[in-house]
């Protein structure tokens, strides 16, 4: 199971260590594991914590923590994907998460995340490709939709990188530790999301070329207009993709919706 989903069990001490210091656990926290493996990072959570919940999709690994473990009071395991699981049905935390998470699943279980107001922080593991377009600025190739979702939803923050050889088995590629911090409210509205991305989306399907003429054809508004909205939003009228911050794309976003839908 490990090797079909990518996953490479930490087994490095100082790596482990590096990561519980990072995620700044309480007495009262309450501490949700993603994919706890063979439970390193587990046990230094659970000292720590008030609870620990542990997600483990392997049937065998999730079986076996507990007793790996001690039988420790307060950990709960959950035999699950944490994609398929009903987030609703946890207690409402607010929840600190902590996860190396398997490289193929990565994206996936970050974009969930993002859409579960339940958590506070998260300190998460990727390829260290992932986390740099994770926490990207406007202007670089790294820069693209996952940079925009994120920082919607939450602060982020490249924290470290992990070496190969603190895996078990040692990947291919190079890893890093993200550290995430919901926003109290998103920056985009959930109720503009759809349309925000929307628009995102069909520039950077195209990135290299400039925004203004491939928005133009993508949504079905004159060059005028929405020349008009770049300006209206102080862009350059030969801006790329990449060069247009979260806030630039959601002004746009914003008057494009008018010059679409007249709304």
Known sequence: MGARLDQH?????????AIVALARLRPDDRALEIGPGRGMLTKELLSRAREVLAVELDSAL????????????NLRVINAD?????????????????????????T?????????????????????EVAQR????????????LTLSVAIHAEAELAFEVPRESFSPKPKVASAVVLLRRRPQPLVPAEEQAWFFRVARAAFGQRRKMALGVLSRALGVSRETMAEAFAACSLPLSARAEEISLEGWRGLAQRLAIAAHGT
């Open 62 to 73: 999730a079986a076996r923590l507990p007793e790996v473990l001690g039988g420790p009071a």
């Open 108 to 128: 996936p279980i970050l974009q969930r995340l993002l859409g579960w107001p339940a958590w506070q922080q998260a300190v998460l593991m990727f390829q260290k």
């Open 134 to 145: 994770i926490v990207a600025g406007p202007g670089g190739c790294d820069y693209g939709l």
């Open 9 to 17: 069990f930490l087994s490095d001490p100082r790596a482990r260590d």
């Open 82 to 106: 944490f994609l398929e699981l009903n987030l609703s049905s946890l207690e409402p935390g607010p929840w600190k998460v902590v996860a190396n998470l398997p490289y193929a699943v990565a």
